[in-house]
């Protein structure tokens, strides 16, 4: 009797573990075979870089991306260990190359909507009323988007100003091999930040 209970405990904590990590561990392979399939055909993705005030400075709608630090900028040390990452991306765009630093940069793979440009289509971001949250307002005027999804990732400037929103079920971040940036899974695509702010939520903190 005591080794069937043992054995059920046993059998409960590791059901219970695996599906805790599953996601984290999908969203881990997704993102190695993203970097595998990037090194041979790149990702269809869009680019978009934006200024302080979040409005859009260019916008590269792309196939065969591919995304890796310039490391000509690397700081290495006397026996060559990387002590300091470049901040320089360097992109190759259907066999054309393009290089950027500085100004707050997003790439998102084919797929994966931006709600909040859904959101200001309609609204006047400028404009919000003070009195309710600006992140509450949007999730209520783009329910159609967000009904049914878990998380929500919410990116800023670097002075503060919301300039992209992005929804799913499951999200992961990773390290990247560029300064400032920020990798991440949602729902099995991938999403490139760099020099931005944001925040991951759980949905439930918006729901009453």
């Given at each position: 009797?005591?080794?069937?209970?043992?054995?059920?405990?046993?059998?409960?904590i590791i059901v219970i573990t695996t599906t805790v990590l599953s996601g984290c561990i999908f969203n881990w392979f997704d993102n190695e075979l993203g970097k595998m399939m990037e090194a041979f055909r790149g990702r269809d993705a869009i680019i978009q870089t934006y200024d302080e005030d979040s409005n859009i400075i260019d916008r590269i709608n792309g196939r065969s991306i591919s995304i890796k630090a310039d490391d000509t900028f690397e700081i290495t040390d006397e026996?060559?260990?990387?002590i300091s990452k470049s901040p320089v991306i360097k992109f190759t765009v259907g066999g054309k190359e393009m290089l950027h630093v500085g100004s707050s940069l997003i790439l998102a793979e084919k797929g994966l909507p931006n709600v909040f440009e859904e959101y200001a289509k309609t609204n006047d971001v400028k404009n919000q009323d003070r009195s309710v949250p600006f992140l509450n307002q949007m999730l209520n005027e783009v329910k159609n988007y967000t009904v049914g999804m878990n998380k929500i990732i919410l990116i800023r400037s670097q002075t503060g100003k919301p300039l992209a929103t992005y929804v799913g079920n499951s999200v992961s971040h990773f390290a990247t091999d560029i300064d400032k940036?920020?990798?991440?899974?949602v729902d099995g695509q991938y999403l490139f930040i760099y020099r931005c702010d944001y925040t991951?939520?759980?949905?439930k903190l918006f729901k009453n």
């Open positions: 009797m005591m080794k069937k209970t043992k054995l059920a405990l046993i059998v409960g026996k060559g260990n990387v940036s920020t990798g991440l899974i991951i939520y759980d949905m």
